[in-house]
C-alpha cells in the first residue's frame, strides 16, 4: 500500500531531511562531472577514516571488522570498503550507481572561428534533448592535461563573476522551416557548438612608443602572435583574430595551447546551482540528478552504517548513460580487481574460488533513478506501476525495454527479503515500472553485476524531467534513500540456495 513520506515525518524526521537536502544540494554544486564527484568523494570519506586501498597493499596492513577502505580508478571511478564480521567469501551487501550524467563533451581539435564568433565544437553525451541546450547559460568544467604531465583544471561559468558560454537559438522571425520539424531534429548535433569569444585579437593600437616595448605583451598575446606567424608560415592562411583572442586568454588564464586541448576532457554544463523548488521547498531542481542522486546517498549510508555482520561495499562508476564501456565503466574489471586486492588483506586471503564465491553470494542495489509520475504526459505512463514523487525509495523489479530487453529482472524470493527489512525498519518505499510496455524504457548497471551470480534489484529515487538540463527530485525521497540504504547494509544476509 503506497504511502506519502511527508505524512509519516515527525519534527525530528523533518530537520533531519532537510539538513540531508542541504548536504546533497552542496555535493550536487561541487560535482558536476565524474572527476569533481570523484574528489568530493574522497576528501569526505577520507575525514571520516577511509584509507586507499594501494596504500595498505604497499605495507601489507591486515584488514578486520570496521576498517574502511576505498580504490579510486582513473579518477573517475571509486570502490569504498567497510569490513564486516563475517569472511568476505560469504558475500557483500553492495550499493552501486554511477556519476556520470549527460552532457556536452568538447571535441579534440575543438576551437575555431565563423562569422565573427570563436566557437568549440561538442560532440553531445548520453540521451538528451537537443533543443532543451540553445539559449541558456552553460558553464565549461574539466581537465587540460599538457605534455609535460601537468594537469589543468577548469571551472568556468558557476561563480557570479564568471562569464558563461551559450548556444545559439534560431530567431522566431525565421523559424518557419525550423517549426516544421520533428522534435529530434530542431537542433541538429552539429550546430551544439558552443560560443566562447566574439573580440578579435589586436596588438596594433598603441602608441608607435609601447609598439617598440614588447615587454608590453602578455604571454598569452606573445603566444597569439606565434601562432599567428606559424600559421602563415605552415599553410599562409589564418584561423581568425577571435580565435587567436580565445587563445591568448586560455594561455595568459592557464598556460594552455591550442594543441592541448587534444588531450583534454572538457565537459559543457548548465550554469548555475541546484535550488530548491516549490514554495513548500519540498523540491530540488539541479543539473545530474541522474544519477548523483542515488550516488550520494549511496556514499553516505556506508559512511554511516555500523555494526555491520557482512562487508559493505559502494560502487559509483563512470560511463553509464554511453553503456557502461570503457575502463572506468562498470563492464571493465576494476571492480573484481578491487574485491580481490581487499580480500588479499584478510586474514583469510584471496583464490580464485572464494573471489567468486564472494561475488555469488553476494547482494546488490543497483541504485539508479526511476521516472516520476507526470501528469502533463500521463499517457506514456500506466498509472498503478509507476512512481510518484514523495512516496520513497523506488523499486524496479525490471528495466530494460519493451518485452524487459537488458534487464536482469530480480529474484522474489530476494524482494522478500529486502521488503521484510525495509518494513522492519520503516523504510517508506514504492515499486514501478519505467513507463508504459511500449513507451521506451531504459537501463541501469545491473545486469553487470548479476553475471556474477548474485542477487541484484534496481533501486532509487524517482526523477520528474529525467535527462533535461534540470531535472527536480523530491528531498523526502531522498532521505528515505539514505535510510533505506543504510537499512541494506546493515541488515540484509540473504543467499541463494
Not at 575525514?47 to 579518477?75: F, H, P, Q, S
Not at 571511478?77 to 550499493?95: H, K, R, T, W, Y
Not at 523526502?476 to 547494509?489: I, K, M, P, Q, S
Amino acid at each position: 500500500m503506497r504511502k506519502n513520506v511527508w505524512t509519516t515525518y515527525n519534527k525530528t524526521q523533518l530537520k533531519a531531511c532537510d539538513r540531508f537536502a542541504e548536504d546533497y544540494k552542496e555535493f550536487l554544486n561541487n560535482s558536476k562531472t565524474e572527476r569533481e564527484a570523484v574528489d568530493t568523494i574522497v576528501n569526505e570519506i577520507e575525514a571520516a577514516g577511509y584509507r586507499e586501498l594501494n596504500t595498505l597493499i604497499g605495507t601489507k596492513t591486515k584488514l578486520k571488522k570496521g576498517d574502511k577502505v576505498y580504490c579510486v580508478w582513473m579518477n573517475k571511478s571509486i570502490v569504498m570498503f567497510q569490513m564486516g564480521s563475517d569472511p568476505m567469501e560469504a558475500g557483500l551487501n553492495i550499493l552501486g550507481a554511477h556519476i556520470d550524467s549527460p552532457r556536452l563533451d568538447v571535441k579534440v581539435n575543438p576551437l575555431y572561428e565563423d562569422g565573427g564568433y570563436a566557437f568549440l565544437d561538442t560532440h553531445y553525451y548520453g540521451g538528451i534533448k537537443k533543443y532543451l541546450y540553445v539559449a541558456t547559460p552553460l558553464a565549461i568544467h574539466g581537465v587540460l592535461v599538457k605534455k609535460d604531465g601537468t594537469t589543468v583544471q577548469l571551472s568556468v561559468g558557476e561563480d557570479e563573476d564568471d562569464p558563461v558560454f551559450f548556444i545559439s537559438d534560431l530567431l522566431i522571425h525565421l523559424s518557419a522551416e525550423q517549426m516544421n520539424k520533428k522534435a529530434s531534429a530542431v537542433v541538429e548535433g552539429e550546430v551544439l557548438d558552443l560560443i566562447v569569444g566574439n573580440r578579435p585579437f589586436i596588438v596594433d593600437n598603441d602608441s608607435e612608443k609601447e609598439k617598440k616595448a614588447s615587454t608590453k605583451l602578455t604571454p598569452g598575446e606573445q603566444y597569439a602572435v606565434n601562432h599567428e606567424k606559424e600559421e602563415k608560415k605552415e599553410s599562409g592562411k589564418l584561423s581568425g583574430a577571435v580565435k587567436r583572442g580565445i587563445l591568448a586568454i586560455l594561455n595568459d588564464l592557464y598556460g594552455i595551447e591550442e594543441d592541448d586541448f587534444m588531450s583534454a576532457e572538457l565537459e559543457i554544463v548548465p550554469a548555475g546551482k541546484a535550488r530548491d523548488a516549490g514554495f513548500d521547498r519540498s523540491m530540488i531542481m539541479g543539473y545530474g540528478h541522474d544519477d548523483r542522486v542515488c550516488a550520494y546517498p549511496s556514499m553516505r549510508a556506508i559512511l554511516e552504517a555500523k555494526n555491520l555482520k557482512r562487508t559493505a561495499c559502494c560502487i559509483l562508476v563512470d560511463k553509464e548513460e554511453i553503456g557502461s564501456y570503457g575502463a572506468t565503466g562498470m563492464q571493465s574489471r576494476f571492480f573484481e580487481k578491487a574485491v580481490a586486492e581487499v580480500m588479499n588483506l584478510t586474514k583469510e586471503g584471496y583464490n580464485e574460488l572464494s573471489l567468486k564465491r564472494c561475488l555469488a553470494n553476494s547482494c546488490m542495489l543497483s541504485s539508479d533513478v526511476s521516472a516520476a509520475f507526470d501528469p502533463h504526459y500521463a499517457s506514456q505512463f500506466e498509472k498503478k506501476n509507476s512512481a510518484y514523487m514523495g512516496e520513497g525509495v523506488a523499486f524496479n523489479k525490471y528495466t530494460g525495454s519493451r518485452g524487459k530487453y537488458g534487464s536482469s529482472d530480480a529474484n522474489a524470493e530476494y524482494i522478500a527479503e529486502i521488503r521484510k527489512v525495509f518494513d522492519k525498519e520503516k523504510v517508506v518505499f514504492q515499486f514501478a515500472e519505467l513507463g508504459k510496455v511500449d513507451a521506451g524504457g531504459g537501463g541501469t548497471i545491473a545486469y553487470m553485476l548479476a553475471k556474477y551470480g548474485m542477487n541484484v534489484i534496481d533501486s532509487g529515487i524517482c526523477v520528474l524531467s529525467m535527462h533535461s538540463l534540470w531535472e527536480v527530485i523530491s528531498k523526502a525521497d531522498l532521505y528515505e534513500a539514505l535510510r533505506g540504504y543504510v537499512a541494506f547494509l546493515e541488515n540484509i544476509d540473504f543467499r541463494n540456495e
